[in-house]
């Protein structure tokens, strides 16, 4: 099973960014797919995920409203669409999943991790 978060880069503040979660050896149709980032000295947070069982999604109140994740099935591919990017959201990104119906940002759920991606938000 492999992870490819991928998407990251440099941008101004008040800019967006799209990231992309690609899975090989699961199908996301049976999985919920967290997105999670860790900032330089801090622990990693959950983000937000989705659930491809009732398609669910659930925002952590710290981007509610300027991030979306969506999924794209025949693609098998999950995405986190950051808008209005802020310099504090300079961070890795990463992408986790995990085969149970029930929607959690609890990092010690999922099963599954991505590599992670660079996201550096200048101001």
């Known amino acids: 099973v492999q992870l490819q978060a991928s998407g990251g880069g440099l941008v101004q503040a008040g800019g967006s960014l799209r990231l992309s979660c690609a899975a090989s050896g699961i199908n996301f149709d049976n999985y919920v797919v967290g997105w999670f980032r860790q900032a330089p000295g801090k622990k990693r947070v959950g983000l937000g995920c989705i659930s491809h069982f009732d398609g669910t999604t659930y925002y952590a109140n710290s981007v509610k409203g300027r991030f979306t994740i969506s999924a794209d099935s025949p693609k098998n591919t999950v995405y986190l669409q950051m808008n209005s990017l802020k310099p504090e959201d300079t961070a890795v990104y990463y992408c986790?999943?995990?085969?149970?119906?029930?929607?959690?940002?609890?990092?010690?759920?999922?099963?599954?991790w991505g590599q992670g991606t660079q996201v550096t938000v200048s101001s």
């Open positions: 986790a999943a995990v085969g149970l119906p029930i929607i959690s940002l609890e990092e010690g759920y999922y099963d599954y």
